[in-house]
């Protein structure tokens, strides 16, 4: 299974809603997981099984979708939330834990 | 809380053999996924392999005919053996806890490959 991720790269302005979207070659149900990795740092898990998010996490983060499609929406860009922002599948037809290859978020 | 600790060389030798640990302490090895992965020099995450469940392994089929991973209950940690290394292994080693997403990540290591 190959994960996608749209866009490569987005710049936007503290304050706006920032979507972005990661594809799976076929259906994973919800066995998706967002990670946020800022520069320099050790990735963080956000999101697991495609909407739950992890605690501690700020509740403008959110992630939605199941099947192929899933989606991370920031609801207001903060200057903290610069970093690359991954996706994992690991659902088990194979099990594999298979990365996206990316989305980074800067400031405009 | 639960920590991980990686330890290892950090220079190897171009078709040598690189080996890393994973240092497990707050939670038994015994139980969830226990996960290496990498990432190299500006490049994104690859999830390199795992064992579960005290012995089960799985791995990237784009790296299973060099790598192995092995767990030691008795020491709580978990390691990686990495064959017929080039250059482009050189990268940042992550390992990290699988519930089954990664939900803690040791701090990385990072490993370059050189003659």
């Known amino acids: 299974i190959q994960m996608t991720q749209s866009p490569s790269s987005l710049s936007a302005s503290v304050g706006d809603r920032v979507t972005m979207t990661c594809r799976a070659s076929?259906?994973?149900?919800?066995?998706l997981a967002w990670y946020q990795q800022k520069p320099g740092k050790v990735p963080k898990l956000l999101v697991s099984?495609?909407?739950t998010l992890q605690s501690g996490v700020p509740s403008r983060f959110s992630g939605s979708g199941s099947g192929t499609d899933f989606t991370l929406t920031i609801s207001s860009l903060q200057p903290e939330d610069v970093a690359t922002y991954y996706c994992?599948?690991?659902?088990?037809?194979?099990?594999?834990?298979?990365f996206g290859p990316g989305t980074k978020v800067d400031i405009k | 809380q639960v920590q991980l600790q990686e330890s290892g060389p950090g220079l190897v030798k171009t078709s040598g053999t690189l080996s890393l640990t994973c240092t497990v302490s707050?939670?038994?090895?015994?139980?969830?996924?226990w996960a290496w992965i990498r990432q190299s020099p500006g490049k994104g995450l690859e999830w390199i392999g795992y064992?579960?469940?005290?012995?089960?392994?799985y791995y990237n089929p784009s790296l299973k005919s060099r790598v192995a991973i092995s767990v030691d209950t008795s020491m709580n940690q978990f390691s990686l053996t990495l064959a017929s290394v080039t250059p482009a292994d050189t990268a940042v080693y992550y390992c990290?806890?699988?519930?089954?997403?990664?939900?803690?990540w040791g701090q990385g290591t990072l490993v370059t490959v050189s003659s």
């Open positions: 990290a806890r699988g519930v089954p997403a990664f939900d803690i």
């Open positions: 076929q259906g994973i149900s919800n066995f």
């Open positions: 099984a495609a909407s």
């Open positions: 707050g939670d038994s090895i015994s139980r969830y996924y």
């Open positions: 994992q599948k690991y659902d088990s037809s194979p099990p594999g834990f298979t």
């Open positions: 064992v579960y469940f005290g012995g089960s392994t």
